[in-house]
């Protein structure tokens, strides 16, 4: 069965540095997401990519996040300038549209800003 | 009011026990209903979606009543492997539609 692949599993950083987190989505899926989930909290929503652009926001989602599909299989969260706050796991997830299409979730990168 | 409301639990049940979690969510023009289970410190894992008329899949049953912004999951003879966090997911409209929204999640443990 197909996955939605993450790297890095884990990634520790400094505050005030920059963080790249790369997934690659399942190949014939057309919608991106990224989740983060603090520890011990729910499963937030940030982002979702659909033909190149972004088409929904949270409020969590400012200016230091920022999305990219820089080729034809991996899609990638920036997050500039971390806080301690950032500490999460993030979840890439796609699917194959939007209405009643699930989305499938990579294994997930535990960020820890130190 | 928040998006997507869950009762958090946690609910302890015997092995073989029947046991159900309920779920509210705020937008009535949400269409999208999913059931997911995460196991601790795991990806979120699609359980079943949810269709109006309510469906089963084995010992699982889910329920939507859009009158009242209500869904339901029901799960029948329950087994260890059942236990985990049982997360209740909503799409709220938006300009593409496009956004999922998660509860905070029902945690089961199903004990022998």
């Known amino acids: 069965e197909p996955e939605v692949t993450q790297t890095p599993s884990h990634q520790v950083t400094q505050m005030g540095q920059e963080v790249i987190l790369r997934c690659v989505p399942i190949?014939?899926?057309?919608?991106f997401y990224w989740y983060r989930q603090i520890l011990g909290q729910k499963v937030e929503f940030l982002v979702s990519?659909?033909?190149?652009?972004?088409?929904?926001k949270s409020e969590i989602f400012d200016d230091q996040f920022s999305v990219e599909r820089p080729d034809g299989s991996n899609f990638t969260l920036k997050i500039r300038s971390t806080k301690l706050e950032d500490s999460a796991m993030y979840f890439c997830?796609?699917?194959?549209?939007?209405?009643?299409?699930?989305?499938?979730f990579g294994n997930g990168t535990r960020l820890t800003v130190t | 009011r928040k998006e997507v409301e869950q009762d958090p639990g946690p609910f302890n049940v015997p092995e073989g026990a029947t046991v159900a979690f309920n779920c509210t969510y705020s937008?009535?023009?949400?269409?999208?209903f999913f059931w997911y289970r995460q196991d601790c410190r795991k990806e979120p894992k699609l359980l079943m979606s949810?269709?109006?008329s309510g469906n089963e899949d084995g010992r699982f049953t889910a329920q939507l009543n859009r009158a009242s912004q209500y869904i339901s999951l029901l799960i029948r003879d329950s087994k260890l492997s059942d236990s985990a966090t049982y997360l209740c997911?909503?799409?709220?409209?938006?300009?593409?539609?496009?956004?999922?929204?998660f509860g905070k999640g029902t945690t089961l443990s199903v004990s022998s």
């Open positions: 949810v269709y109006s």
């Open positions: 937008n009535s023009a949400s269409q999208s």
């Open positions: 997830a796609s699917s194959f549209g939007t209405d009643n299409s699930p989305l499938h």
């Open positions: 190949s014939n899926h057309l919608y």
């Open positions: 990519f659909y033909n190149n652009e972004i088409s929904e």
């Open positions: 997911v909503v799409n709220i409209p938006g300009q593409a539609g496009t956004a999922l929204i």
